[in-house]
Each structure stands twice: as C-alpha cells, then as structure tokens.
C-alpha cells in the first residue's frame, strides 16, 4: 500500500484489523510487489543493453523504470511486511527512513511522467529550444525530477517516528496538531504529488494539440483543395509529424492516463478520510483503492512494450532460458537432423535405380 496508510490516520491507536481483509490486502501487496519488480527490472536490463543507442525517451523510460524499482522496493515491500506483522518492527531511524523513501517513490515516479510530458512540449512546440538543450550530455530535466523527489520527500522524516501506541508496543506513526494537523498533512501532499502534476502534465498535453491542429491546418492551407495529397515517406498523418514522434506522444498520453486512473481514488479517498470523520476508513473499498495506486508500476513498463514493436522480441529473448536464447532447442535439433538423413537416403536410393 502507498506511504498515505489507514494505519497512519485512525483515532484510535489500538484498532483491532479485519484479518481476512489484512489477508487479502497482503495477496495484493505481494502479487503488486513481484510483478512490478520482474517488469521493471527486466526492462531496466533491456535498456541498459542498449544505452549506447539509447534516444531521450528511452532515457526517460529507464528512469521512469528506476522511479517505479523505488516504489517496489521501498514502498509497496515496507508495507507488506508491515501488513504481515501488524506493527512496524525497527527502530526510530528505520521508521523515518521507511517513510522518507516511500514518498520518494511516489514523487519520482510521478515527477519524472511531468518532465517526460514537458519534453514532448518541447520537442513539439519549442523544437529550436528543444535542438540546444540536446547538445548537452547532461539530461536537467531527469536531474530536476530526482532533486525534486529528495527534497520534497524531506518532511517525512520530520512528521513520522517511532510512537509507543500502547504499553510496551510500539509503531510508526505521524502525531499531527489538532484538528488541522492531519488536514493541512493530506491537502498539501495531495496538491504537490497529484494535483500540480496533473494540472502541468494537461496544460502541455492541451497545448500540444493545439499545436498539432495548427500546424494541420496551416498544411491544408498551402496544399489547397488537394488535402489528400501524400505526405512525405518518413512523416505520419499528424501534420507532418515523423512516426517516432507521435508514437512516443501517444505513449505519453497513455502513461498519463494510467497515472491519472491508478493515484485518482487513492487521493480521493485519503481526502475523504482526511476532511471526513464519519468516513469509512477501515472498510474493504478504501482498502481496495489505496491499493490502486502501486498497479502504477506494473502498468508504465506494460505501456512501453506496447508501444515499441521490438522491444517484445527482446524482452522475451531476454527472459528465454540461455539454450533457447541461443537457438539450442534439443528436439529441434533432432527432427532436423533425422529429416536430413532421410533425404540424403532418399536420394541416394533413387539414383541408383536410375
């Protein structure tokens, strides 16, 4: 489950737990868990074999693969473990820095989508700017979505720490001031990692295609009644856009989307619970979508493979098993051989009864 917990904001301190919800928030923590640790890790190798023909956006991608790795491990592993114990087992460091790196996750990843959508901004309506920010080897806006995550992810170690809940039992927990505290506490994180993304990412998106509109237009303009006319070999029909690029835009677009689906009723329902007294916070709907949000990293390499066409193939001669990766099929090899003989006998039998 994402940083932004129940356990985090209950009243009461010692809330008995539904365990047969507890057993299937655990399920869907560790299926969530593997499969987004196999994606991204097996598409971080892909990438990393070819990183000397690596584009900008597959600069991104790795880093986007390296963002959801954070969330896999720092933020959906912690809180399996903590499901399964029931209480957060570790010292007063552990607890800071558990908090510390699973909102990181969370900014890292949904930063680095922004400075993605902002370089498609870039590349599609400011090229010229796009051409000199490329002669650099240094890649600032990544750099700027990684410096961004560290220190946003700050307070967390200031807000979170080990908090004896009961006699002799302690947990990781957030005392805020009351009755504002938890409030501001959401309100802010929920602006910051959702709302102020989201919004920059949609202005970019809006301006693109307005872009693409009037520049579809302008060619229709000059090219007269002949709209049909053929397009160059190397463009697409968005206005004269290559295939490339508006392969990775629509991949852009999706990714969005996907964040926007996933982190949508996790923020909603922490609101809810955050504003709202009466709301039901221990009931298997809230549970269900807080958990919604880590499907994020499952999803973004998922959106990519689909997008690339030969990436697949790679990715699955990646996982192949070594003698099938180099074309050693044992029983290939058998038929094969034995259909060759048999030709060669054959052959051999019918010339001589000619």
Request: proline share 6%; hydrophobic share 50%; charged share 15%.
């Amino acid at each position: 489950m994402p940083p932004l917990n129940q356990s985090d904001f209950v009243d009461a301190y010692d809330v008995p737990r539904d365990e047969s919800l507890a057993r299937v928030e655990i399920a869907l923590l560790g299926a969530i868990f593997v499969t987004a640790t196999i994606l991204n890790t097996a598409l971080l190798l892909l990438l990393w074999r070819q990183r000397k023909q690596m584009s900008r956006m597959r600069v991104f991608v790795f880093h986007l693969c390296l963002a959801d790795l954070v969330v896999a491990f720092f933020q959906v592993c912690p809180q399996l473990m903590w499901d399964i114990t029931d209480r957060f087992v570790g010292p007063d460091l552990v607890c800071r820095l558990v908090k510390y790196l699973q909102v990181l996750g969370m900014f890292s990843s949904t930063y680095m989508i922004v400075v993605m959508t902002v370089d498609r901004y870039q590349a599609i309506c400011n090229p010229m700017v796009k051409f000199q920010r490329a002669r650099s080897r240094l890649n600032v806006p990544v750099c700027v979505a990684w410096g961004v995550s560290l220190v946003g992810s700050l307070p967390q170690v200031f807000i979170f720490s080990q908090v004896e809940v009961a006699p002799g039992v302690f947990d990781c927990w957030a005392e805020f001031i009351q009755p504002w505290g938890l409030q501001t506490y959401i309100t802010w994180t929920t602006l910051v990692i959702f709302i102020l993304p989201v919004s920059t990412v949609v202005v970019c998106q809006v301006r693109i295609c307005r872009a693409i509109q009037t520049n579809l237009s302008r060619k229709t303009h000059r090219q007269g009644v002949s709209v049909g006319a053929p397009l160059p070999a190397r463009a697409s029909g968005a206005a004269g856009m290559s295939k490339a690029r508006v392969k990775t835009l629509k991949m852009t677009v999706v990714i969005v989307l996907v964040y926007v689906m996933c982190w949508a009723p996790f923020f909603t329902v922490q609101l809810w619970s955050a504003w709202d007294a009466n709301a039901p916070k221990e009931t298997a709907i809230f549970t269900i979508l807080m958990l919604l949000a880590s499907l994020n990293s499952c999803a973004n390499p998922c959106i990519y493979l689909l997008f690339c066409g030969e990436f697949p193939k790679r990715l699955v001669k990646l996982l192949r098993p070594p003698a099938l990766s180099a074309g050693k099929n044992p029983m290939r090899e058998e038929v094969t051989l034995v259909s060759t003989l048999y030709t060669s006998f054959k052959n051999a039998s019918e010339s001589k009864g000619l």
